[in-house]
Antibody, heavy 121, light 111 residues
């Protein structure tokens, strides 16, 4: 079955860190760029970050650059998001998302169920 | 405030057609044909409905169609059905500084 399964969400204090993981299955993982997209409670979608299939290229939303780090382990078919210096406004459901095509095209065709990150004191 | 502007809500009766607009700028929709649309039912993950402005992924009904003119993209749902009631988000590439921008979402209600 083609799927993405996130883990690692939870409650963290402001200034803390958290690492999200995403396990991919059912497709050739290293053939596709991968993204993280987040959604604050009751709000819209916000793109977070992208990593190319070989992991050599990464990019971030301007407001998150420097605090978040995306990475992948193609041997383990896994995607990661290291989040540091977390702020209350980072509270959101974080989706692991596959790009539609091999080249980074920013078309999000497969989504996980999301990992909830709550930043609260 | 979202980078792309969508109406907060659109409604229609079963069988009717509705169109959702998505207005951007010359820095995003107006410069790139990297426009996509997503459907999201309550407590579910989004689903890709349209990409490259007007293409449908496999499995998406041909009742959904997309178009673009200038700085505005549009999603049309024809033959509206109860299952189409959901939130819809537009999305565009916005260059190497902003990368990706989403609209604020449109709630579609089937009357």
């Amino acid at each position: 079955e083609v799927q993405l399964v996130e883990s690692g969400g939870g409650v963290v204090q402001p200034g803390g860190s958290l690492r999200l993981s995403c396990a991919a299955s059912g497709f050739t993982f290293d053939d596709f760029a991968m993204h993280w997209v987040r959604q604050a409670p009751g709000k819209g979608l916000e793109w977070v970050s992208v990593i190319s299939g070989d992991g050599g290229i990464t990019d971030y939303a301007d407001s998150l650059r420097g605090r978040f780090t995306i990475s992948r382990d193609n041997r383990k078919n896994s995607l990661y998001l290291q989040m540091n210096s977390l702020r209350i406004e980072d509270t959101a459901l974080y989706y692991c998302v596959k790009d539609l095509q091999q080249l980074v095209q920013y078309y999000f065709d497969l989504w996980g169920q999301g990992a909830l990150v709550t930043v609260s004191s | 405030q979202s980078a792309l502007t969508q109406p907060a809500s659109v409604s229609g009766s079963p069988g009717q057609s509705i169109t959702i607009s998505c207005t951007g700028t010359s820095s995003d929709i107006g410069s790139y044909n990297i426009v996509s649309w997503y459907q999201q039912h309550p407590d579910k993950a989004p689903r890709l409905m349209i990409y490259e402005g007007s293409k449908r992924p496999s499995g998406v009904s041909n009742r959904f169609s997309g178009s673009k003119s200038g700085n505005t993209a549009s999603l049309t749902i024809s033959g509206l059905q109860a299952e189409d009631e959901a939130d819809y988000y537009c999305c565009s590439y916005a260059g190497s500084r902003s990368f990706v921008v989403f609209g604020g979402g449109t709630k579609v209600t089937v009357l």
